[in-house]
């Protein structure tokens, strides 16, 4: 099932504008993980936040964690053309089966010179 | 470094058709492994797990089985494809055993069922 879900769906900005996208959960978590996807491409990670955790950078990246709210936001300054593609937040679930890692549906960025 | 590889990228299969999708990991032992899809326009949806050779959990009730023959390789199947298996599959794999580390995702496999 999806936990995470990220807002707003879709986000224009220009090149040098800073984009922030939001994510909200329903469960407790250990760690919640922003990933970025490219048109057709895999996810790949971006940055893991712990749930003891309040804020994280990482390079052009900061994130937020406020567990009493549930949500998390990530922050791209300084924006390029290239940062143009789709952005999930991902929290952990426990399952019977074992930990899995559980998906919101995006937030996809375009980015315009 | 470790690698993983999905095969085929993409493939176009008629309804009731059979499918196999195969996913290797190279540079690491007994990873968990996972199958994704993303529907269009959506998000993830985990699909099977396993955390060794053998041991499959499924998340979703489907027509859809996955094996894990081999410690490095994760098979998804179906004997039968409907049309609403279309979807972007996607491999991913992670090797802390405290399962709180990141996923490595593979490019994906893209299924039009017609």
């Known amino acids: ?16 504008e800073n984009a922030t996208m939001n994510c909200s959960y329903k469960t407790s978590i250990n760690n919640l993980q922003w990933y970025r996807q490219n048109s057709g491409r895999g996810l790949v990670h971006l940055i893991l936040i712990r749930s003891n955790e309040r804020e994280k950078h ?4 900061r994130v937020t964690l ?8 990530l922050l791209i300054t300084a924006s390029r053309a290239a940062d143009t593609a789709s952005y999930f937040c991902a929290t952990d ?12 549906k995006g937030t996809s960025l375009l980015v315009t010179p | 470094s470790q690698t993983i590889h999905q095969w085929p990228a993409t493939l176009v299969q ?7 999708l195969e996913c290797t990991v190279e540079g690491t032992s007994n990873p968990n492994l996972y199958w994704y899809r993303q529907a269009a326009g959506r998000g993830l949806q985990l699909l099977f797990y396993s955390v060794g050779i053998g041991q499959i959990s499924s ?7 996955a094996s894990r023959p081999q410690d490095r390789q994760f098979i998804l199947s179906s004997k039968k494809l409907l049309l609403s298996d279309s979807g972007f ?8 055993s405290t399962y709180t580390g990141e996923l490595f995702f ?3 496999s893209r299924l039009t069922v017609l």
């Open chain 2, 14 to 20: 008629p309804v009731g058709s059979p499918l196999s």
């Open chain 2, 59 to 65: 998340e979703v009730p489907q027509n859809l089985s």
């Open chain 2, 89 to 96: 599959y996607l491999c991913a794999w992670r090797g802390d």
């Open chain 1, 93 to 104: 679930a426990h399952s019977n089966s074992g930990y899995a890692l559980n998906f919101g």
């Open chain 2, 106 to 108: 593979g490019e994906g």
């Open chain 1, 66 to 73: 406020d567990t009493s709210k549930k949500s998390s936001s």
């Open chain 1, 58 to 61: 990482s390079g052009r990246l």
């Open chain 1, 1 to 16: 099932s999806q936990q995470g879900e990220e807002d707003p769906q879709a986000l224009s900005i220009q090149e040098g």
